[in-house]
């Protein structure tokens, strides 16, 4: 079992450029989430999805978009990178969205805008 | 707005005992979690606390007080693959977590 799987691991992209981060579960969890992580800051969400077909606004969404159109996959999609989306982003699971739950993290992808 | 704040590094000798603190102001409390990070990775699920007292898991202990906005991580019998940093969220009315920026334990042999 893989758990959570991102890719590309990293990627040096140009300014202006179109980028899909990719990530996959194969725990048929229900909600799925996405974070950046900056030095100094903490993680902080972009986007989340509660259940397949359902996607919502987090703490910085601006120039991102995600969708969620089965269980398993939830790609997070920069429509015209800037140097300020440079960042690790981390993919992140949890079976529901309780409060106990979880969340299991993908091993993340370091992204630097140029 | 909302806010939770951790010390940024603490150094600890092998071994021996440390605490990292964290206290937190959010719209609403459903739970608080703290997770562990080595450098280059993700992180990973250490404890949860939603009443208040402490949780005790191996070496590893967590405590919360609601009342104060506050909670700590208690690591004994230091090793050396516990360097890492240490990341306190609290889940809050939203069912959403709010992350602080993390501790950086430094162990020293």
């Known amino acids: 079992i893989a758990g959570i799987t991102q890719a590309p691991t990293s990627q040096i992209l140009a300014a202006g450029r179109r980028m899909t981060l990719r990530c996959t579960q194969d725990?048929?969890?229900?909600?799925m989430y996405w974070y950046r992580q900056d030095l100094g800051l903490g993680l902080r969400l972009i986007h989340y999805s509660n259940t397949a077909g359902t996607t919502g606004k987090g703490e910085v969404p601006d120039g991102y978009s995600v969708s969620r159109a089965n269980t398993d996959d939830f790609p997070l999609t920069l429509a015209s990178a800037v140097p300020s989306q440079t960042s690790v982003y981390f993919c992140?699971?949890?079976?529901?969205?309780?409060?106990?739950?979880?969340?299991?993290f993908g091993p993340g992808t370091r992204l630097t805008v140029l | 707005g909302q806010n939770i704040d951790q010390p940024t590094e603490m150094t600890a000798t092998e071994g021996a005992i440390v605490q990292i603190n964290c206290t937190y102001q959010t719209s609403g409390f459903n739970g608080l979690f703290w997770y562990q990070q080595h450098a280059g990775e993700a992180p990973t699920f250490l404890s949860y606390n939603v009443l208040d007292g402490l949780e005790e898991k191996g070496r590893f202990s967590s405590f919360l007080s609601r009342s104060k906005g506050y909670s700590y991580l208690l690591l004994k019998e230091l090793q050396m693959k516990d360097s890492a940093s240490y990341l306190c969220?609290?889940?809050?009315?939203?069912?959403?977590?709010?992350w602080g920026a993390g501790t950086k334990l430094i162990i020293k042999p």
């Open positions: 725990m048929r969890h229900n909600a």
């Open positions: 969220a609290v889940r809050d009315s939203n069912y959403q977590l709010i």
């Open positions: 992140a699971s949890s079976e529901g969205t309780g409060p106990y739950n979880e969340q299991f």
